[in-house]
């Protein structure tokens, strides 16, 4: 089982809907988590961090569920420019410290926004 | 401020030829990774470095894979006897410290032929 893991799509969400997908990881001592957004052939750059009484920035709001080791990502009044890939990130913090800061990938989660 | 550099961005090499890959982070940022992604795939921990301590191998796939940061700040990463399973996009990111946010930059797509 992969650590970290994404529906891969595309969800292919009209203009103007709303559009919801999860990520799921592995290991319960996972503590920091993050949507980052990745256009083709481009960088990954940070959407948002996830806080574990969820947040919203804008459209866009992030749910974690701990007891379910899931992240979800909600993107509101999707618009043309929201096309992309998101990739759910996780880091864990071993109680010794060793790996660092060593961020876990998803494979993405692509969006397509149509007319 | 400058974000994240590497150069070069495009590198078109033989099977079997070495390549170096370089990475200049963002001024004062004290951590710096190497990741590599392979096309319509997810991003691939290498290597980490934070500050003067002993970088984290862990993700680097052979030994044919290495990774240096000369005074805490550029990085190169050196693919020895390059494979075709080896082109990927390889990104480089920093950040200001262990568990801030991290920066990427352009990646440098490799192409082994």
């Known amino acids: 089982r992969k650590e970290v893991e994404q529906d891969p799509g595309p969800f292919n969400v009209p203009e103007g809907a709303t559009v919801a997908f999860n990520c799921t990881y592995s290991?319960?001592?996972?503590?920091?988590f993050f949507w980052y957004r990745q256009d083709c052939r481009k960088e990954p750059k940070l959407l948002m961090s996830?806080?574990?009484s969820g947040n919203e920035d804008g459209r866009f709001t992030a749910q974690l569920n701990r007891a379910s080791q899931y992240i979800s990502l909600l993107i509101r009044d999707s618009k043309l420019s929201d096309s992309a890939t998101y990739l759910c990130v996780v880091n864990i913090h071993p109680a010794i410290k060793a790996a660092g800061n060593k961020l876990t990938f998803g494979g993405g989660t692509r969006v397509l926004v149509k007319p | 401020g400058a974000g994240v550099s590497q150069s070069p961005s495009n590198k078109v090499t033989e099977k079997g030829k070495d390549v170096e890959l370089r990475c200049d982070p963002i001024s004062g940022h004290t951590a710096l990774y190497w990741y590599r992604q392979s096309l319509g795939q997810g991003l691939e921990f290498l290597i980490y470095f934070q500050g003067n301590s002993a970088p984290d191998k862990s993700g680097l796939p052979s030994d044919r894979f290495s990774a240096e940061r000369t005074g805490g700040s550029v990085s190169t990463l050196t693919i020895q006897r390059t494979q075709q399973e080896d082109s990927a996009v390889y990104l480089c990111?920093?950040?200001?410290?262990?568990?801030?946010?991290?920066?990427f930059g352009p990646g440098t797509r490799l192409l082994v032929l």
């Open positions: 990111a920093s950040s200001l410290e262990v568990q801030e946010t991290q920066y």
């Open positions: 996830v806080y574990s």
């Open positions: 290991n319960s001592a996972s503590q920091s």
